[in-house]
């Protein structure tokens, strides 16, 4: 078992940063793939960046691109998600997740733990 609690959500002003953490417990933290997903009110769970293990390969779905930085540190057990040049419509409840695999993992019925959220609103 995984256990993943984000934090670092927040209120912030278009244009502005944030930075969301995901702590990971119970299991060997780097042996599993990370990502990050959000919600919005009304909207599907859209898959917005995963990392793979060891942290060589990455991806970001196309609105976040340039904006967007996923990073872990193994030794930490931590995944962030830095984001920057934030808009309204990045406004939702963010999740991190884990899957059981090395590689990347790009779709979210492969992620097998997941965290509780931490809302971002960004106001226009």
């Known amino acids: 078992q995984v256990q993943l609690v984000e934090s670092g959500g927040g209120l912030v002003q278009a244009g502005g940063s944030l930075k969301l953490s995901c702590a990971a417990s119970?299991?060997?933290?780097?042996?599993?793939?990370m990502g990050w997903f959000r919600q919005a009110p009304g909207k599907e769970r859209e898959f917005v960046a995963a990392?793979?293990?060891?942290?060589?390969?990455?991806w970001y779905t196309d609105s976040v691109k340039g904006r967007f930085t996923i990073s872990r540190d193994n030794a930490k057990n931590t995944v962030n998600l830095q984001m920057n040049s934030l808009k309204p419509e990045d406004t939702a409840v963010y999740y991190c997740?884990?899957?059981?695999?090395?590689?990347?993992?790009?779709?979210?019925?492969?992620?097998?733990?997941w965290g509780q959220g931490t809302q971002v609103t960004v106001s226009s």
């Open positions: 997740a884990a899957a059981r695999s090395h590689g990347l993992v790009l779709t979210r019925d492969g992620y097998d733990y």
């Open positions: 119970g299991r060997t933290f780097s042996g599993y793939a």
């Open positions: 990392i793979s293990w060891s942290a060589r390969s990455t």
